[in-house]
């Protein structure tokens, strides 16, 4: 995971798992009250499981076994069902890929209960790991959600064809894979490609809008870092016009290489871009290393 807030809520999630029962209503509690919120107890993994991705394997397998999905007053209640999910998203993240494959499985399974309980498990994943305003949003949950959703019947036609491509932007250009090649023109008038863009350093690839007042916000709290040290930093403007991109290139911060996309990246779905912007980070020889991060983790750690 790749979300600061995410990392912050898996520590506070694996350590409750750490120690048994979720807020000490003992491993028979149905929940455990949490101000106006009920928690499902998180599991009492066996102390026999003692490495830290082993152990939130477990209980994310588990997390909803105290649920009662035809239970509608807490299936269909949003503040619940919100509240738990961030909690299991939180261990699940920590564990690996066939761990969260299995654990959105068992999520699934047990909510096809009840047809409304299973649509509304998907509406909080849809919030949780694709909205790109979510802080919690992950390419790597949200591909287990959907292949674990692409398996039931509870899944129609139409809703099969929205996950199906969604599944397929996941995991397009993923950490550990080469990343897409792609033809710009830059600022000074040179046609160039992601793939001879070598320059030893790790590439910081920044997707942006000229016209997007977040990426005016974002490219502006950025300048003021070292980022070149460290990085190539590669604009790209995927979205505006040739004209508003000429207009507008000479703003960019200097020591950054800009550049006007002339491959179509938006029209033959190169990258998924659903916000503006979306940043990469790639190795020196155009690996992904991470896909989509939030601007503030390229901050100086104190």
């Known amino acids: 995971m790749s979300r600061v807030v995410l990392a912050a809520l898996t520590a506070a999630a694996l350590a409750a798992v ?3 029962s979720y807020g000490g209503k003992g491993n028979g509690a149905e929940a455990a009250s949490h101000g106006d919120t009920l928690l499902l107890p998180a ?19 588990r997390w909803w076994e105290k649920m009662d999905f ?5 299936s269909l209640d949003t503040a619940f069902m919100e509240q738990n999910f961030s909690n299991f998203i939180s261990v699940a993240a920590y ?21 409304a309980a299973w649509r509304f498990v998907g509406y909080v994943a849809e919030k949780y790991l ?42 397009r250009n993923r950490p550990g894979t080469p990343a897409t090649d792609f033809r710009f023109v ?29 990426c005016e916000a974002v490219i502006k709290g950025l300048k003021g870092l070292p980022l070149t040290e460290r990085y190539t930093v590669l604009a790209i403007d995927a979205e505006s016009d040739r004209g508003r991109w000429e207009a507008t290139k000479m703003d960019m911060p200097e020591g950054w290489t800009v550049g006007y996309a002339l491959s179509p990246l938006l029209d033959e779905d190169m990258y998924d871009l659903k916000a503006s912007p979306t940043i990469y980070v790639l190795d020196s020889m155009g690996v992904v290393i991470a896909k989509d991060i939030p601007p503030e983790s390229l901050a100086p750690q104190r």
């Open 95 to 115: 564990s690996d890929s066939a761990a969260r494959d299995r654990s959105m499985e068992n999520l699934l399974k047990r909510a096809e209960a009840d047809t």
């Open 18 to 20: 750490s120690c048994g």
């Open 43 to 61: 599991p009492a993994v066996p102390d026999a499981i003692v490495e830290p991705e082993a152990r939130a394997a477990w209980a994310a397998a």
């Open 130 to 171: 694709y909205d790109p305003n979510s802080p919690y949003r992950s390419d790597e949950l949200y591909a287990a959600y959907l292949r674990a959703a692409l398996r039931s019947p509870l899944n129609d036609e139409s809703r099969h064809a929205r996950d199906t491509f969604r599944l397929e932007m996941a995991m």
């Open 70 to 74: 035809t239970d509608r007053g807490r």
């Open 186 to 214: 830059t600022s000074d008038g040179q046609t160039a490609t992601l793939r001879k863009t070598r320059t030893g350093k790790e590439i910081l690839l920044i997707f942006y809008n000229p016209d997007c007042e977040s």
